[in-house]
């Protein structure tokens, strides 16, 4: 990582143990093969994707955002768009951008043929806009 919430030196816990600023660390409780309910920030783009407040998804990590950096994310122009029952983040996305959202899930575990998580649509659905905005500009 670099330059992440005008930090030139943010880091991942998990590549390089030595950094300064490790905006993503070690979880304090790992979230290895579990689900938990995750609760959706109205207005947001995943709140849209969802069409719901509260989703049960299937988790398989242990690292998350740095809870030392929140703050400074939520005065980011990025927001927290998805929190488990204790208020860590869960989803962040970028408000104004086509599609920027990360999750700490995997939404491809939930995805079956002929039925996309919603996420997964919601990202399909973005692309296939731009598609066609970009088409229009260059006609």
Known sequence: ??????????????????????????????????????????????????????????????????????????????????VDAAGEARIIELPGHPFFLGTLYLPQLSSRRGAPHPLIAAYLRAAQRQRTLSGKLTN
């Open 1 to 82: 990582m670099r330059n992440v919430l005008g930090i030139a030196d943010a880091d991942h816990e998990q590549t390089s143990l030595e950094g300064t600023h490790l905006v993503i660390s070690k979880l304090a409780c790992s979230l290895e093969s579990t689900s938990q309910e995750v609760q959706v920030v109205s207005g947001t783009l995943a709140h849209r994707a969802y069409g719901a407040s509260t989703v049960m998804e299937q988790f398989n990590c242990s690292y998350g955002l740095n809870p030392a950096y929140r703050a400074q994310l939520e005065r980011s122009a990025m927001c927290i768009s998805g």
